[in-house]
């Protein structure tokens, strides 16, 4: 019974360690040239776009794209395809940052002076 224990949570550790996700970060204050982390995310949606696209282990992992808190202005449609959905072993996700609140603006901001 104890060795049936062991080796079911060896089994588990072992997954487990195999199963990596990369996280990305985009931000209305980011960079498009930065790595996309956390402390330099990326500016727009476009900019994680093409590198999830061109990331060398894309397929191998999961990849998360963390949307912060802001309201991102589209200058053109942001399209997503085929190649922006991973496998099922690796997707790929677009999300909201825990906690915050994303607006996708199609519209033109306005700056007027009064």
């Known amino acids: 019974m104890n060795l049936r224990i062991f080796t079911l949570l060896l089994g588990c550790i072992t997954c ?3 199963c990596t996700a ?10 498009d040239a930065g790595p996309g ?9 476009s900019g994680a776009q093409a590198k999830v696209r061109a990331a060398s282990f894309r ?7 963390h949307v912060r808190a802001g309201t991102y202005y589209l200058a ?13 072993a690796a997707p790929i996700l677009y999300t909201a940052y825990a ?3 994303v ?7 306005l700056t007027p002076k009064w």
Do not use: C, H
């Open 16 to 18: 487990l360690s195999s």
């Open 22 to 31: 990369a996280d990305f970060y985009v931000s209305p204050n980011g960079s």
């Open 37 to 45: 982390t956390i402390e330099r995310p990326f500016k727009t949606l």
């Open 59 to 65: 397929g191998r992992d999961a990849i998360n794209v």
């Open 76 to 88: 053109e449609p942001f399209q997503l395809d085929a190649r922006d959905s991973g496998t099922a």
């Open 99 to 101: 906690g915050e609140k």
């Open 103 to 109: 607006v996708i603006s199609g519209g033109v901001k």
